[in-house]
């Protein structure tokens, strides 16, 4: 959710999976609605294929995490080409579609 309004913010994202954990980047770094939203409120909602989760993002930094930072690079780069920008890291748990 927006942390200004409180409404529901949904993107389309390309992402990587890594450690049973989703990575996604920002190419407008911190300039990004939905990473200034993460920053304040971390609780997201997100969908891979037709499962859906609950969970936290976080902003990976790449000066204290940067063996991560580098794995998460080099899947980004052998998927779509392109590496440049903050990554973010997804945890969720899965919803079941019955609650």
Excluded: C, D
Excluded at 42 to 70: C, D, M, W
């Amino acid at each position: 959710m927006g942390w200004k309004t409180g409404k529901k913010h949904n993107i389309e994202i390309w992402f990587v999976e890594h450690g049973g954990r989703y990575y996604i980047v920002s190419e407008r770094e911190y300039k990004a609605h939905w990473v200034q939203n993460i920053l304040v409120k971390p609780q997201v909602s997100f969908s891979v294929g037709n499962a859906s989760f609950q969970g936290t993002a976080r902003i990976v930094y790449q000066e204290k995490e940067s063996s991560l930072a580098a794995q998460i690079s080099i899947l980004m780069n052998e998927k779509y080409g392109w590496n440049k920008g903050v990554f973010v890291e997804l945890v969720g748990s899965f919803n079941s579609p019955n609650t």
